[in-house]
């Protein structure tokens, strides 16, 4: 278990560094809901953090969590990491990146997360991040993406039951490769000036 920690840490380091110019110089922080760590919440950890550092997160159930305005790497260590809240990134400045690895995984029965992207004009990447259906109501959008001209996903998944919308955007530029972005009858759409460059998984069809 050890070793595969150690791995994971190396990984979310090696891609803080190429994400970052100014990487070499952040804090590492680290996430633990059972307080062996510097932080027992994701948000917490969030509002401590300065532009450019790194947050690793650990096992445990987290709430919603909420990034505005911080170039932050923010990577979720192991499949133990669990949350019934949204993902929210928000107000980017130009020059600032976002970069999110390993999406926390749904917690069974829970409500979340969604990810929800938003006013960002720096630039967004999402790696290694799962979405999937959960008891989200009619019409729940799993993942929002918004004012937003640089946003890219690689490795990660976004799943729709058949009433749910999987992906929306608004106003946004988004790359791919976006695997399995619709699944069982779920939705793609856009709304106003929007690309959804890659391969999204079925047709962009304007809602």
């Known amino acids: 278990m050890a070793g595969g920690w150690n791995v994971a840490v190396r990984v979310a380091i090696t891609l803080a560094l190429a994400s970052f110019p100014a990487a070499a110089r952040a804090e ?3 996430v633990d809901a059972d307080g062996s760590a510097d932080f027992t919440t994701l ?3 969030i509002d401590a953090a300065r532009d450019g550092d790194l947050i690793l997160v650990r096992h445990g159930d987290y709430g919603a969590a909420k990034i505005v305005g911080k170039g932050l790497h923010l990577a979720v260590l192991g499949d ?3 949350t019934s809240g949204d993902v929210e990134l928000r107000n980017l400045a130009p020059g600032q990146t976002v970069l999110l690895s390993g999406l926390p995984a749904t917690r069974p029965g829970g409500l979340g997360p969604r990810l929800i992207i938003d006013g960002c ?3 967004v990447r999402i790696h290694g ?4 259906p959960s008891l989200q109501p009619l019409g729940s959008v799993m993942a929002r993406v ?3 001209p640089d946003v ?3 490795e ?3 799943r729709a039951d058949d009433r749910q919308v999987a992906l929306e955007a608004d106003d946004a530029a988004i790359g791919g490769p976006l695997d399995g972005a619709v699944v069982g009858g779920g939705e793609v759409g856009h709304r106003g000036s929007c690309s959804v460059r890659g391969s999204i998984g079925v047709a962009v069809r304007a809602r």
Not at 129 to 132: G, N, P, Q
Request: hydrophobic share 50%; proline share 0%.
């Open 28 to 30: 590492v922080l680290v």
């Open 146 to 148: 918004s004012n937003s």
């Open 156 to 158: 990660s998944s976004i």
């Open 129 to 132: 991040c799962r979405i999937d």
């Open 152 to 154: 890219l996903f690689a």
């Open 43 to 45: 948000q917490a950890a």
């Open 80 to 82: 133990d990491v669990v």
């Open 121 to 123: 004009a720096g630039s």
